[in-house]
């Protein structure tokens, strides 16, 4: 199938969708190579820092890419030297149709453009590292998973507290079973400063100069530009572009639960929430995922909260009088025997076994002292990812790793956007007896600058 009428459809799963690369870029020559070639795709806030690591490990920064000219412009000067020779391009069909001797690039635009360009990306033979949530919609996220499985390049998705030793500290801690059987996770997220609970503005204004409007609306519905509202960072609260908090962060809080307890799909989804219906995300919501029973785990509830909405005072109760208060953000798992709390962005490792008076940190708890460490620690996130380009060991949050964390954080949009409750066939992308959620399960999009 041509890319652009798979991407005009939006990621339908199938054989004759699987891509593999083309320029030839990959192989011995290229695994043994010391130097990386890597362009940049987004050179908003979230790309800084992984410009700055590619370049402090050694790697050359090729090419930038960005719409809208001024975040080149500023890129540019916050990097001085190390962008210095980059070639810098509007169009990322440019970059790597021009950019032959690139090796890998980084991708940090606005969600509803990562699986357009992940795709043209890997088509051109080019290791990939995208920011989460990896795709804007559920139908995106398994299309680049059977892409990614069917494929030799490096993938890697950018939640990274998968890189944390906090995280694999507390995999190994729950692959023990010393916290008993896990019935409940708790994730929550405060208040968000993105639009919520509102409709786009009336009114219209200028396109600012430098700004291409159209290209960074891409497979988005066209609409008017308004200032302050969309772009820079503000499009995270837009379902047209983004999916609020739960869509951000479900690749960091879910990620630890989803992983360590091998949860594959929920099957029924609960949602309740205040500014509901609207074009941007939740003012707060709730929303509960049922995972049932598998092999000897028994079936598990993980539940969403944000924009003030939180656990009730029962659940965080041991966690509040360890602490003093409840976190602003966390990830609590509860079990018949024990909670671990690990943090939104799994940074952090406490445990309180029962009959412990308050949560203690792995290195201090004589029971998980005595566990010993059988996964592997990492520099960082994408450090991991630069060393398996280079033919080092696997990553740990591949596309078909951080699509699985997309399909169930979206599936809880999915139930948000129809304000009702959903069962939920994971395998199949849908939701039984409710065919009004196709909609949101997959889009057709423009395809101008596909």
């Not at 029971?367 to 520099?379: D, G, I, M, T, Y």
């Amino acid at each position: 199938m041509k890319r652009r009428r798979f991407l005009k459809s939006s990621g339908l799963a199938g054989s004759s969708l699987l891509i593999l690369p083309t320029s030839g870029l990959y192989g011995q020559e290229r695994k043994s190579a010391r130097t990386l070639q890597v362009g940049f795709i987004g050179m908003g806030g979230q790309i800084q820092g992984h410009v700055s690591q590619i370049a402090e490990l050694g790697h050359h920064v090729a090419a930038l890419c960005d719409v809208d000219a001024q975040q080149l412009t500023k890129s540019q000067q916050r990097h001085g030297a190390a962008t210095a020779k980059a070639s810098c391009y509007e169009d990322y069909r440019l970059l790597l149709e021009k950019e032959k001797s690139l090796d890998a690039v980084v991708i940090a635009t606005p969600d509803h453009w990562h699986a357009a360009i992940c795709h043209a990306a890997m088509q051109a033979g080019r290791h990939v590292y995208c920011e989460k949530p990896l795709t804007h919609t559920i139908a995106e996220a398994r299309a680049l998973r059977e892409a990614s499985k069917a494929s030799p390049l490096i993938t890697q998705t950018g939640n990274q507290g998968s890189a944390s030793p906090m995280l694999r500290r507390s995999m190994e801690l729950l692959a023990t079973g010393m916290f008993g059987t896990i019935t409940d996770i708790h994730v929550w997220h405060p208040v968000h400063g993105w639009p919520h609970g509102v409709d786009r503005p009336a009114e219209s204004e200028p396109v600012p100069s430098g700004l291409n409007w159209d290209f960074w609306l891409g497979p988005a519905p066209e609409r008017p530009y308004a200032a302050g509202i969309y772009h820079p960072a503000q499009w995270r609260g837009w379902y047209d572009f983004g999916n609020g908090s739960l869509g951000d962060f479900c690749c960091h809080g879910f990620n630890l639960p989803v992983r360590a307890l091998q949860l594959d799909y929920p099957t029924f989804i609960e949602s309740t929430g205040r500014g509901l219906g609207h074009e941007s995300f939740a003012g707060a919501c709730t929303v509960r995922y049922h995972f049932p029973a598998r092999g000897d785990r028994g079936p598990v509830r993980l539940t969403f909260y944000t924009g003030g909405d939180v656990p009730p005072e029962e659940v965080t109760a041991n966690l509040r009088a360890s602490v003093g208060t409840l976190p602003q953000t966390g990830c609590l798992i509860v079990g018949s025997q024990g909670e671990l709390q690990c943090g939104l962005w799994n940074s952090d490792c406490s445990l309180k076994l029962k009959g412990d008076k308050k949560f203690l940190g792995p290195e201090n708890h004589p029971e998980a002292r005595a566990v010993p460490k059988s996964l592997p620690r990492v520099q960082s996130h994408l450090h991991e990812w630069v060393d398996a380009c280079l033919g080092g060991p696997p990553v740990f949050s591949n596309f078909d790793a951080g699509g699985h964390l997309t399909e169930i954080g979206l599936a809880g949009i999915v139930a948000l956007r129809l304000q009702k409750n959903i069962h939920w066939d994971g395998p199949n992308m849908q939701a039984p007896g409710t065919p009004e959620a196709d909609r949101f399960i997959r889009k057709e999009n423009r395809t101008t600058y596909l």
